[in-house]
């Protein structure tokens, strides 16, 4: 050690020394990492596997967006009828992650290229008589680093967030369903609805032709009945067929029926029969159709229980990506703090403060090292 260090050793008291000792030994155990094969050939394996995590996520994405297609093609709507879709969100998640590789990509390299251009030119062996210039130097190198420091902060925040919105996106599939489930069960309970008052409406008309039917069978002789009376007797049929044919039966005469009334109002009734009749088939089949959507849906359903899957798989992968530029954005961080540290004019030009050079190299070595491999991968598009 230097003779200022061995001075400060013995006017400082023992608990300042052993603090010191003990930050010596920190920074060489964390020297001796950064330079060990271990540690490089984890570095590599991770950055030279992140082509095959990214060619993984963005089949996954397409995955997902496949099995949406079923749903969206079905065009199911809500209760306010705005149709109901989940593939253009997703879509537009798939946009973001490729904005935030290929940002982060150029980020990487351009990131890169500093910090060797730093590493070869500045970080070298020095002369201690140069160390005041090469502060001048640093000073610039940080403050250019610290325009560097939030594209890495932010790479790493935009790939939380796409995460954290990846999982979210099952809570969407299920609100969108539930929607659709509800409007579904709404159309099912209309059409029968409708299709039991069709039935009843159908069956009045009958009813009301037979007791028509009834009373031309039973034409009274009785000329000199007034047509209200008849009028009268008619609606009582209608109203109760039984209590009509009653009073027929109880008159025991004959009732002269209009002939040409009684052919209007049967070919109303006739009409109206008809009508019903065409209502109550395509009633019929509408009942049908919804409760087919219905079914469908149930399918679509289960299929995206499948698609949620693939969701946390898909989110699982992005947190690789997401560690990583974790890693990036701890070591920017712990850059900056050094070399804080090694142009502070207090520091004193030390053994110690050749030492605190050079470790702040090491660091830059390997962010350098980080930064290029994963600029230099190969984002396969397929």
Not at 271 to 290: C, H, M, P, R, V
Not at 351 to 372: C, G, I, Q, S, T
Request: hydrophobic fraction near 40%; include cysteine; charge should be negative.
């Amino acid at each position: 050690m230097s003779r200022a260090i061995t001075v400060v050793q013995h006017t400082e008291q023992p608990a300042l020394v052993l603090k010191t000792r003990s930050v010596n030994v920190v920074e060489a155990a964390v020297e001796q990492a950064l330079t060990s094969p271990a540690v490089a050939n984890a570095v590599n394996a991770d950055i030279k596997n992140l082509a095959q995590t990214v060619k993984g996520i963005r089949q996954g994405f397409r995955a997902v967006a496949d099995g949406l297609i079923g749903f969206d093609s079905s065009r199911y709507v809500d209760k306010n009828k705005e149709v109901l879709q989940l593939r253009p969100t997703w879509l537009e998640y798939q946009t973001r992650f490729d904005k935030i590789l290929e940002e982060s990509h150029r980020n990487a390299l351009a990131a890169s290229s500093m910090i060797r251009q730093y590493t070869e030119a500045i970080l070298t062996d020095v002369d201690p008589s140069e160390i005041e210039d090469l502060r001048d130097e640093l000073r610039g190198f940080l403050q250019k680093l610290n325009e560097k420091a939030p594209t890495a902060r932010r790479t790493y925040g935009d790939l939380q967030q796409l995460a954290d919105d990846v999982r979210s996106f099952k809570a969407v599939i299920d609100d969108i369903l539930g929607k659709a489930e509800d409007k579904c069960n709404e159309d099912v309970k209309m059409a029968k609805d409708h299709l039991q008052n069709l039935e009843k409406m159908l069956q009045s008309v009958n009813d009301e032709r037979t007791v028509l039917t009834s009373i031309s069978k039973h034409v009274l002789a009785n000329s000199a009945l007034l047509a209200g009376g008849l009028s009268a007797i008619t609606a009582i049929c209608v109203l109760s067929p039984t209590a009509g044919m009653i009073l027929i039966e109880a008159l025991g005469v004959g009732v002269a029926i209009d002939a040409g009334v009684y052919k209007y109002r049967d070919s109303n009734l006739l009409g109206a029969n008809t009508q019903y009749s065409s209502e109550l088939i395509e009633s019929w089949f509408d009942l049908k159709y919804q409760e087919s959507r219905h079914r469908e849906l149930v399918g679509h359903g289960a299929a995206l229980a499948q698609t949620k899957e693939r969701i946390d798989a898909l989110a699982e992968k992005i947190d690789t990506i997401t560690e990583i530029w974790q890693v990036l954005k701890c070591d920017m961080q712990q850059l900056q703090e050094e070399l804080e540290l090694v142009v502070d004019p207090s520091m004193s030009i030390t053994k110690r403060f050749l030492k605190k050079l050079r470790h702040p190299r090491e660091v830059y070595n390997r962010l350098a090292d980080l930064l290029e491999l994963y600029a230099k991968g190969k984002f396969y598009l397929s």
